[in-house]
């Protein structure tokens, strides 16, 4: 069986609850053959999925939303990029569509969450399996004007489908298909290094994991230094301007380029960072608070909101605050309104691709 993931360029979190589902399913059936289908890096890919087998098709699918960093959305950029995908998606198609079909393989296409994902399901004449918290219908809607074409269109293609694994934070997604609700996805960590593992250890002050995706969002270095006390964790950024002007603190230390954030993050007593599906899981299913700094202009981030206030102890910040080092970090978390989700849903939605094609 051959599962060709087509998986959503837009950052990085589709991509790391899509590797929670693989791990999953490679566990469940290990003579499977994974084909990730993404412009994701290989890099990003290959740690998230530690070690699983996996070939990487390096196509763009879908444009989410084009953003200059974690919480600055350009719908100009956005449009432009939307319009070249048109032209381009259909001979991409073509080709995957044979490259697919010289494999000799039975298929199933699991999608999250491109909306081209359909038509090459169905040139296929495979089944076709929707994993997500929103469509990008549901995003593009809001925004009027010429998002309306490309939102209709993204509709009529998710009403394709076999079923559709509906994540925690979800919009309404109301396709008119069989559907299962999942619980969190999220990887297990992994032990860290005995050094960094030591180092993290023996700190005596509190310890916050700094995430703003894959994009980043450049901080002046002297925010953190308002926390002397704290010692924050943050990725490896890809450039030196990404994370912090001027120099890096004594209390800021990066996390090597082998250790995924949530290896660390169960040394960490809270999380600072956007609204993100897959920061939110991570954190929820360790126990970790959250501090959220509050976005405008992506319809998602009113359901992950939603959410995080339902089943998650948190704090929430505007970006003002943040810019101004204003964290509440000596402050307590709200607690949640709801009860605590269930923390199975990676395993639930490797389950449930097994049964389909049983």
């Excluded at 003579?31 to 530690?50: E, I, K, P």
């Excluded at 005596?204 to 995706?213: D, H, L, R, S």
């Excluded at 359901?303 to 204003?326: D, K, P, V």
Aim: charged share 20%; net charge negative; glycine share 6%.
């Amino acid at each position: 069986m051959l599962i060709y993931l087509c998986l959503s360029s837009h950052g990085y979190g589709h991509a790391a609850r899509q590797a929670a589902v693989l791990i999953e399913l490679h566990r469940l059936q290990p003579q499977w053959r994974f084909v990730v289908s993404t412009d994701v890096d290989f890099q990003f890919l290959n740690l998230a999925l530690q070690g699983v087998p996996f070939e990487h098709r390096k196509l763009r699918w879908d444009v989410g939303m084009v953003q200059a960093n974690a919480l600055a959305i350009d719908q100009m950029a956005t449009l432009k990029a939307l319009q070249e995908l048109e032209q381009h998606i259909p001979s991409q198609i073509e080709a995957e569509v044979s490259w697919i079909q010289s494999q000799q393989m039975s298929v199933l296409v699991l999608a999250d969450i491109p909306p081209a994902a359909a038509e090459l399901a169905d040139q296929l004449g495979v089944p076709l399996v929707w994993m997500g918290n929103f469509g990008w219908d549901e995003i593009y809607a809001p925004l009027g004007d010429s998002f309306l074409t490309h939102a209709e269109a993204a509709s009529a293609e998710y009403s394709r489908g076999q079923k559709l694994l509906r994540c925690p934070f979800s919009l309404a997604m109301d396709w008119g298909l069989p559907e299962q609700s999942l619980g969190i996805t999220a990887s297990l960590p992994r032990s860290l290094p005995l050094g960094l593992q030591q180092k993290l250890e023996s700190f005596q002050g509190p310890i916050v994991m700094v995430g703003f995706g894959g994009l980043g969002l450049a901080l002046d270095s002297e925010l953190f230094q308002r926390w002397p006390d704290h010692l924050f964790l943050m990725p490896r950024p890809r450039s030196v301007d990404t994370f912090l002007r001027r120099q890096s603190p004594d209390n800021v230390l990066y996390l090597p380029r082998s250790i995924r954030v949530v290896d660390a993050l169960p040394y960490c007593s809270r999380h600072l960072g956007k609204p993100g599906y897959s920061s939110f899981c991570e954190a929820i299913s360790l126990g970790v608070g959250l501090h959220v700094v509050l976005r405008e202009g992506f319809a998602e981030s009113v359901a992950l909101i939603n959410g995080l206030q339902s089943h998650a102890a948190h704090r929430l910040l505007e970006r003002e605050a943040l810019e101004l080092g204003e964290w509440e970090l000596d402050q307590p978390l709200i607690p949640a309104s709801q009860q605590p989700l269930a923390v199975d849903g990676s395993v639930e939605a490797a389950s449930a691709v097994v049964e389909l094609v049983s």
